[in-house]
């Protein structure tokens, strides 16, 4: 199975600021139809996960454009500027190129 | 609005049975591919099966294939997931998910099942 390496697992910050989450795959997601399918979620406190970026950079419906995501072949990146309270909680990456798809360990944005 | 509702979940003893069900409504459920994807109590997400939306292609996780199934009924808007054998590494929230823009664009609250003696 393809291994997702998300870092930092926790991102302390404070309301206002940019931070940027890692996620790293064992091989590449790189599909052979060339689309890399490499998609980001957060998951809020006792809520189920919530599709925020999903082929590496295009933001899912309703979604605002503080969240941007980017990277290619085994490093992406998911950047949330200007952060608001309502965006704390645990940031997943998911993989779908390979079989089975598989998550990242998750992020945990918190405040300061 | 996309609503998937789950249900059937519970605690039941290692080695019995579950079936767990979602109820889509919201969209056209006979033109989407499902998934059921878990989580353990305070971890992360894990994967456990796929049916395309006309029930040819069915996927599973090794950790659950032979023991799980998963269907759907398409005229009642219903994806299932039955359980058998279950060990106490199931224990986990269970959540059905639409296969649009990625594996799970929409996902329902959850459903937990709790194996133990």
């Known amino acids: 199975d393809v291994l997702m390496t998300q870092t930092p697992v926790s991102l302390p910050v404070s309301l206002g600021g940019q931070v940027s989450i890692s996620c790293r795959s064992s091989q590449s997601l790189v599909h052979s139809d060339g689309n890399t399918y490499l998609h980001w979620y957060l998951q809020k406190p006792g809520q189920s996960p919530q599709l925020l970026i999903y082929?590496?950079?295009n933001r899912f419906s309703g979604v605002p454009d503080r969240f941007s995501g980017s990277g290619s072949g085994t490093d992406f990146t998911l950047k949330i500027s200007r952060v608001e309270p309502e965006d704390l909680g645990v940031y997943y990456c998911l993989q779908s190129t390979h079989f089975p798809p598989t998550f990242g360990g998750g992020t945990k944005l918190e405040l300061k | 609005e996309v609503q998937l509702v789950e249900s059937g979940g519970g605690l039941v003893q290692p080695g019995r049975s579950l079936k767990l069900s979602c109820v889509a409504s919201?969209?056209?459920?006979?033109?989407?591919?499902m998934n059921w994807i878990r989580q353990a109590p305070g971890k992360g997400l894990e994967w456990v099966a796929y049916?395309?939306?006309?029930?040819?292609?069915?996927y599973y996780a090794e950790t659950v294939k032979g023991r799980f199934t998963i269907s759907r009924d398409n005229a009642k808007n219903t994806l299932y997931l039955q359980m058998t054998s279950l060990r106490s590494e199931d224990t986990a929230l269970y959540y059905c998910?639409?296969?649009?823009?990625?594996?799970?664009?929409?996902w329902g609250q959850g459903v937990m099942v709790t194996v133990s003696s």
């Open positions: 049916i395309s939306s006309g029930s040819s292609y069915i």
């Open positions: 998910a639409r296969q649009g823009a990625t594996v799970a664009d929409y």
């Open positions: 919201g969209f056209t459920f006979s033109n989407y591919g």
């Open positions: 082929r590496v950079s």
